[in-house]
Nanobody
Framework: QVQLVEAGGGSVQAGGSLRLSCTAS????????MGWFRQAPGKEREFVAA????????SYTDSVEGRFTISRDNGKNTVYLQMNSLKPEDTAAYYC????????????????WGQGTQVTVSS
């Protein structure tokens, strides 16, 4: 069973950038598709971005398209979320998850979740 640990959250002003990382334990990381989700206070968890097992396919929610980039390094068992041009509405706890090998937007299909990392964007 893979375990996930996120890092890289913090506080930043609007327009700034952060890079989140999610490192997996275990030797089969490369067989999983990976996703990033976020949850703001009082709101449901929402899909942010996903990447296929080999990095060949990606998907983003409309609100982050062109600002966020998901990538992975299977040699380091790590998936990244580069977040640029951050907005106050991006404030949330961000979670990475491991799931089916392809690009999956449905959180119910992800089997393993990290503990989350907080991102706060001030105006």
């Amino acid at each position: 069973q893979v375990q996930l640990v996120e890092a890289g959250g913090g506080s930043v002003q609007a327009g700034g950038s952060l890079r989140l990382s999610c490192t997996a334990s275990g030797r089969i990381f490369s067989s999983y598709g990976m996703g990033w989700f976020r949850q703001a206070p009082g709101k449901e968890r929402e899909f942010v971005a996903a990447i296929s097992w080999n990095g060949g396919s990606t998907s983003y929610t409309d609100s982050v398209e062109g600002r966020f980039t998901i990538s992975r390094d299977n040699g380091k068992n790590t998936v990244y979320l580069q977040m640029n041009s951050l907005k106050p509405e991006d404030t949330a706890a961000y979670y990475c998850a491991a799931g089916p090998a392809g690009v999956v937007r449905n959180s119910a299909l992800y089997r393993v979740w990290g503990q989350g990392t907080q991102v706060t964007v001030s105006s």
